[in-house]
């Protein structure tokens, strides 16, 4: 089949390197206009972008989709599949409509459960102890399609965001070829999902990932591993911003909100409002993430046992 991939995300890279080793024909790739970032705002181009270029692969970036020149182009193309993967921009109806086998998009939870923009990160945030990847066929509404396959893992207690987004890249490029023939074959059943059942995942916001230690201590740590790699929890301590990537709950009561209660080669502890939360990586403004034995041997005397952070 002829196939246009859409997809910007670090995530979506195993599903394109999948495809290119398949039978099938990969005409076309769509991914989101580079981005500027930094104090400069220089343009950065996403990973797919990137690979598409390591790879001599045919790619556009439409900043609108909602034009004559894409539809045309589509149309010449005459694709038999349209496959979406975190793209980052909603697909219209004229667009998803035009491939022969319709369009599917591969989404980062069990529907109805979490449909929106992360997925992912909301998903360990509440503390779920599961979720899985859904491939579903494209509709107007948001995550609303009838659902083709879906495949369910579990979420471990070290789990972070860059974590689970990786074992979630690894099972959906391992089914996506599958999912793809049986497309080609009509040897699918579709199941609609049921509405009433579903809940969504909202854009996680950098002005949010302020960490609020006056909260429970399971509630924190899952807080900082949703929120990690990216926008990254913070706390401050000596009018520094300290980012936070990695966490696990402590069984130590607490001595106070936001006390530094140990810091040592092996552990840093601060207290919540029930239990402790022990921090395992972190960095500094300017500085690469490392973990707390290495920030230890480093700056023993950085973290004081007795203050507290905020």
């Given at each position: 089949?002829k196939?246009?991939?859409?997809?910007?995300?670090?995530?979506?890279?195993?599903?394109?390197?999948?495809?290119?080793?398949?039978?099938?024909?990969?005409?076309?790739i769509?991914?989101?206009?580079d981005?500027?970032?930094?104090?400069?705002k220089?343009?950065?181009?996403g990973?797919?972008?990137?690979?598409?270029i390591?790879n001599?692969?045919?790619?556009?970036?439409?900043?609108?989709l909602?034009?004559?020149?894409?539809?045309?182009?589509?149309?010449?193309?005459?694709?038999?599949l349209l496959?979406?993967?975190?793209?980052?921009?909603?697909?219209?109806?004229?667009?998803?409509?035009?491939p022969?086998?319709?369009?599917?998009?591969?989404?980062?939870?069990?529907?109805?459960?979490?449909?929106?923009?992360?997925?992912?990160q909301?998903?360990?945030?509440?503390?779920?102890?599961?979720?899985?990847?859904?491939?579903?066929?494209?509709?107007?509404?948001?995550?609303?399609?009838?659902?083709?396959?879906?495949f369910e893992?579990?979420?471990?207690?070290?789990?972070?965001?860059?974590?689970?987004?990786?074992?979630?890249a690894?099972v959906?490029?391992?089914?996506?070829?599958?999912?793809?023939?049986?497309?080609?074959?009509n040897?699918?059943?579709?199941?609609?999902?049921?509405?009433?059942?579903?809940?969504?995942?909202?854009?996680?916001?950098?002005?949010?990932?302020?960490?609020?230690?006056?909260n429970?201590?399971?509630d924190?740590?899952?807080?900082?591993?949703?929120y990690?790699?990216?926008?990254?929890?913070?706390?401050?301590?000596?009018?520094?911003?300290?980012?936070?990537?990695?966490?696990?709950?402590?069984s130590?009561k607490?001595?106070?909100?936001g006390?530094?209660?140990e810091?040592?080669?092996?552990?840093?502890?601060?207290?919540a409002?029930?239990?402790?939360?022990?921090?395992l990586?972190?960095?500094?403004?300017?500085?690469?993430?490392?973990?707390?034995?290495?920030?230890?041997?480093g700056?023993?005397?950085?973290?004081n046992?007795?203050?507290?952070?905020?």
């Amino acid at each position: 089949m002829k196939i246009i991939y859409a997809a910007t995300p670090e995530i979506s890279i195993s599903c394109l390197e999948k495809l290119l080793n398949s039978s099938h024909e990969l005409s076309l790739i769509l991914t989101m206009p580079d981005k500027p970032s930094g104090r400069g705002k220089k343009l950065i181009p996403g990973p797919i972008k990137k690979f598409c270029i390591d790879n001599s692969l045919p790619f556009i970036q439409p900043e609108n989709l909602n034009n004559f020149e894409l539809e045309n182009k589509l149309k010449e193309i005459a694709p038999d599949l349209l496959i979406v993967f975190a793209y980052g921009k909603i697909i219209p109806k004229k667009i998803f409509e035009l491939p022969t086998h319709g369009s599917i998009n591969i989404h980062t939870s069990l529907l109805p459960n979490y449909r929106g923009a992360a997925p992912i990160q909301r998903a360990i945030i509440n503390g779920e102890k599961s979720s899985g990847i859904t491939f579903m066929k494209l509709s107007e509404g948001l995550d609303e399609g009838p659902i083709l396959e879906n495949f369910e893992m579990a979420i471990e207690d070290d789990d972070t965001a860059g974590t689970l987004s990786a074992k979630m890249a690894e099972v959906s490029s391992n089914k996506i070829i599958q999912t793809i023939d049986n497309i080609e074959l009509n040897n699918f059943k579709i199941t609609e999902q049921d509405h009433s059942k579903a809940s969504y995942a909202d854009k996680l916001l950098k002005k949010e990932s302020c960490i609020e230690w006056n909260n429970k201590a399971l509630d924190i740590k899952n807080m900082i591993n949703g929120y990690s790699p990216n926008p990254c929890a913070y706390t401050t301590y000596k009018k520094e911003r300290i980012n936070i990537y990695r966490a696990k709950l402590n069984s130590t009561k607490s001595e106070g909100v936001g006390k530094i209660m140990e810091f040592s080669r092996n552990k840093l502890l601060i207290g919540a409002v029930d239990f402790s939360v022990e921090l395992l990586e972190l960095s500094r403004p300017g500085k690469r993430k490392i973990s707390i034995g290495d920030f230890y041997n480093g700056s023993n005397d950085f973290f004081n046992p007795g203050k507290y952070i905020t």
